[in-house]
């Protein structure tokens, strides 16, 4: 990937810093078209500054990134000769020839980023190396290239227009402008926390939606989130011994591509997990909002985000996920960044020693973090638990027993004993009330008196401009109060319950998330809030009731986001177990 790191005394680097690369290594690098959307020139354009050392990183962007993207840095900037060259394809500073591929310590060292973005669109690279008092305009359009000489305090920009104007199959393949944008935004979020030490804004048609200081973890999270996860936040550093030996690792941590040679591999490995754990009296319903980053890149990597999940344990209410930043530092010969063709993902060494060491560094965190919720559990049972007329329960022979663990129901039927999760069985009952109620009607809102602000993150802030009527259907009442902020004047009122204001983000991101049925998937994240939660004691009368409903459910056999509601273990199962092959004796 092309960068501008050049002009710099660091390291000895100075003017023509930026070379060619060698065809053996450009066979070595991976292949693939690296601008497939506006979101990857972004990405590009902010890995770049950030490998130039930049404090600040502004994002401008028109529409849907399409018309035009802007990325202003005030990093160390490039010396002409490095400008024109950096345009060029295979053209870096960060390595030198193959050898150097195992142990990149850049964000990236790909040579066809710039010259990948101007073949895609109109480019223009306007910068100013360090003690330099002229600074280097660079254009490529239509592949003819300009210099000349540009005004412009130390750093780059990069501004690019027309994106795949050439190309009309790449822009009908979008998404709609609302989703480009939005990822847009959920990839600035994901560098700004990655790097919270950079200060970070995102403007989108004029309007700032992001803006972090880069003071640090605790303000990046109120900028993304709000205060609220931000002072739920517990500050975690953790460091393991990874021991020595092996290579990439398949699966969702590596694809088994060889990083680290044979001098990573004779090495011992020490990993460092740190970032900040929001306490479970804040979740979300995916894991989407566990953050990673390897190395100071943001990663999507399903193995790592369970890791991290599992470290919360029976602290998540059922079906909830954890808010976290975790991110993690390895030796560089120790991940490879060069399996696909965005670095949307990476090949780690030994990833389930990572995995564990991630899970570990989380549960030791979260051991002696105060964790305490504050207020009630707010459950409307009374209602949602009143006994409803229509055909038989499929639990009408069930007896209740007992609860286990605050969280199952113990019933006993004339085909066994059947084992009630009680969360997702409260779950399935609300969501078939709520979607039964509001078949042919809006939902029911009630008023906020006062109005309540509510602050989202970028992607959940870009779902609610994309889904603004059917968010309306669904009950609520709101305005953008500046930025990612909103002002909710309404909200749902299901099942005798007011939801919370902050419920606006999550039915938001349940559209923008292209289920078959959107509006059931809302629906279903609406009927998780009042649901009874792991650790809520029930009174056997109040079990009782709640089986009985269950067993009038359509189908009640699984809540609504697909989880199993009940488990039936036979007699003879029982029997088998103890042995007892000659009846009741």
Same mark, same amino acid.
């Given at each position: 990937?092309?960068?501008?790191?050049?002009?710099?005394?660091?390291?000895? $680097?100075?003017?023509?810093?930026?070379?060619?690369?060698?065809?053996?290594? @450009?066979?070595?690098?991976?292949?693939?078209?690296?601008?497939? $959307?506006?979101?990857?020139?972004?990405?590009?354009?902010?890995?770049?500054?950030?490998?130039?050392? /930049?404090?600040?990183?502004?994002?401008e962007?028109?529409?849907?990134?399409? %018309?035009?993207?802007?990325?202003?840095?005030?990093?160390?900037?490039?010396?002409?000769?490095?400008?024109?060259?950096a345009?060029?394809?295979?053209?870096?500073?960060?390595?030198?020839?193959?050898?150097?591929?195992?142990n990149?310590?850049?964000?990236? #060292?790909?040579?066809?980023?710039?010259? *990948?973005?101007?073949?895609?669109?109109?480019?223009?690279?306007?910068?100013?190396?360090?003690?330099?008092?002229?600074?280097?305009?660079? $254009?490529?359009?239509?592949?003819?290239t300009?210099?000349?000489?540009?005004?412009?305090?130390?750093?780059?920009?990069?501004?690019?227009?027309?994106?795949?104007?050439d190309?009309?199959?790449?822009?009908?393949?979008?998404?709609?402008?609302?989703?480009?944008?939005?990822?847009?935004?959920?990839?600035?979020?994901?560098?700004?926390?990655? $790097?919270?030490?950079?200060?970070?804004?995102?403007?989108?048609?004029?309007?700032?939606?992001?803006r972090?200081p880069?003071?640090?973890?605790t303000?990046?999270?109120?900028?993304?989130?709000?205060?609220?996860?931000?002072?739920h936040?517990?500050? #975690?550093?953790?460091?393991?011994?990874?021991?020595?030996?092996?290579?990439?690792?398949?699966?969702?941590?590596?694809?088994?591509?060889?990083?680290?040679?044979?001098?990573?591999?004779?090495?011992?490995?020490?990993?460092?997990?740190?970032?900040?754990?929001?306490?479970?009296?804040?979740?979300?319903?995916?894991?989407?909002?566990?953050?990673?980053?390897?190395?100071?890149?943001?990663?999507?990597?399903?193995?790592?985000? +369970?890791?991290?999940?599992?470290?919360?344990?029976?602290?998540?209410?059922?079906?909830?996920?954890?808010?976290?930043?975790?991110?993690?530092?390895?030796?560089?010969?120790? @991940?490879?960044?060069?399996?696909?063709?965005?670095?949307?993902?990476?090949a780690?060494?030994?990833?389930?020693?990572?995995?564990?060491a991630?899970?570990?560094? @989380?549960?030791?965190?979260?051991?002696?973090?105060?964790?305490?919720?504050?207020?009630?559990?707010?459950m409307?049972?009374?209602?949602?638990?009143?006994? /409803?007329?229509?055909?038989?329960?499929?639990?009408?022979?069930?007896?209740?027993?007992g609860q286990?663990?605050?969280?199952?129901?113990?019933?006993?039927?004339?085909?066994?004993?059947?084992?009630? %999760?009680?969360?997702?069985?409260?779950?399935?009952?609300?969501?078939?009330?709520? +979607?039964?109620?509001?078949?042919?009607?809006?939902?029911? *809102?009630?008023?906020?008196?006062?109005?309540?602000?509510?602050?989202?993150?970028?992607?959940?802030?870009?779902? @609610?401009?994309e889904?603004?009527?059917?968010?309306?259907?669904?009950?609520?009442a #709101?305005?953008?109060?500046?930025?990612?902020?909103y002002?909710?004047? /309404?909200?749902?009122?299901?099942?005798?319950?007011?939801?919370?204001?902050?419920?606006?983000?999550?039915?938001?991101?349940?559209?923008?998330?292209?289920?078959?049925?959107? +509006?059931?998937?809302?629906?279903?994240?609406?009927?998780?809030h009042?649901?009874?939660?792991?650790?809520?004691?029930?009174?056997?009368?109040?079990?009782?009731?709640?089986?009985?409903r269950?067993?009038?459910?359509?189908?009640?056999? /699984?809540?609504p986001?697909?989880?199993?509601?009940?488990?039936?273990?036979?007699?003879?199962t029982?029997?088998?177990? #103890?042995?007892?092959?000659?009846? +009741?004796?």
């Amino acid at each position: 990937m092309s960068e501008h790191r050049e002009g710099s005394s660091e390291g000895g $680097r100075g003017p023509g810093a930026v070379r060619e690369l060698d065809r053996a290594t @450009v066979e070595r690098i991976a292949a693939g078209e690296v601008i497939t $959307r506006p979101a990857r020139v972004v990405a590009e354009l902010v890995e770049n500054a950030l490998d130039a050392g /930049a404090e600040r990183i502004d994002v401008e962007v028109d529409g849907d990134g399409t %018309d035009r993207i802007r990325v202003a840095d005030d990093g160390r900037g490039m010396a002409r000769e490095d400008a024109v060259r950096a345009v060029e394809p295979h053209t870096t500073s960060k390595i030198r020839d193959a050898s150097d591929l195992a142990n990149a310590d850049s964000l990236g #060292f790909r040579g066809e980023a710039l010259a *990948s973005v101007a073949d895609a669109g109109a480019l223009e690279l306007t910068t100013t190396a360090e003690r330099e008092d002229l600074g280097t305009r660079v $254009r490529v359009a239509d592949g003819d290239t300009s210099v000349a000489d540009a005004g412009r305090a130390r750093g780059t920009t990069v501004e690019v227009t027309d994106l795949f104007a050439d190309r009309p199959a790449r822009r009908e393949s979008l998404a709609s402008p609302a989703r480009e944008f939005g990822r847009i935004s959920e990839l600035v979020a994901d560098y700004a926390l990655a $790097r919270p030490a950079v200060a970070f804004s995102l403007v989108h048609d004029g309007r700032e939606t992001l803006r972090t200081p880069g003071t640090g973890t605790t303000d990046a999270l109120v900028a993304v989130y709000d205060r609220e996860a931000a002072g739920h936040a517990t500050a #975690f550093d953790h460091r393991a011994d990874l021991g020595s030996g092996g290579g990439a690792s398949g699966g969702e941590g590596g694809n088994g591509a060889g990083c680290g040679k044979e001098s990573a591999n004779d090495a011992a490995v020490e990993l460092r997990a740190e970032g900040a754990l929001v306490a479970p009296a804040v979740t979300r319903s995916t894991r989407e909002h566990v953050h990673l980053a390897v190395n100071g890149r943001p990663v999507a990597n399903e193995r790592l985000r +369970r890791a991290v999940a599992s470290g919360y344990g029976t602290l998540l209410p059922s079906g909830r996920e954890p808010v976290a930043v975790v991110r993690l530092s390895l030796p560089p010969g120790s @991940v490879d960044a060069n399996v696909h063709p965005a670095k949307e993902r990476v090949a780690l060494r030994d990833a389930d020693a990572v995995a564990e060491a991630v899970e570990t560094g @989380v549960r030791d965190a979260l051991t002696t973090a105060d964790l305490r919720r504050s207020g009630e559990v707010a459950m409307d049972l009374d209602s949602s638990l009143a006994p /409803a007329a229509g055909s038989d329960s499929d639990f009408a022979d069930a007896s209740v027993l007992g609860q286990f663990r605050d969280l199952y129901v113990l019933c006993e039927a004339d085909d066994g004993l059947l084992v009630i %999760d009680q969360h997702a069985a409260h779950e399935r009952v609300n969501f078939e009330r709520l +979607r039964d109620a509001l078949a042919d009607e809006a939902v029911p *809102s009630a008023a906020v008196d006062p109005a309540a602000t509510v602050s989202l993150d970028p992607g959940a802030a870009a779902a @609610v401009e994309e889904h603004a009527d059917a968010l309306r259907e669904l009950g609520f009442a #709101f305005e953008r109060f500046g930025g990612s902020t909103y002002r909710v004047t /309404a909200v749902p009122a299901p099942l005798g319950r007011v939801a919370g204001a902050d419920a606006l983000g999550e039915a938001a991101s349940s559209l923008a998330r292209g289920e078959s049925d959107p +509006r059931e998937a809302a629906l279903a994240d609406l009927a998780c809030h009042p649901s009874l939660k792991a650790g809520d004691a029930l009174d056997r009368e109040t079990a009782g009731r709640l089986v009985e409903r269950l067993g009038r459910c359509e189908q009640p056999y /699984a809540c609504p986001h697909g989880r199993p509601t009940v488990l039936t273990l036979g007699e003879a199962t029982l029997a088998d177990g #103890f042995e007892r092959h000659g009846g +009741r004796r």
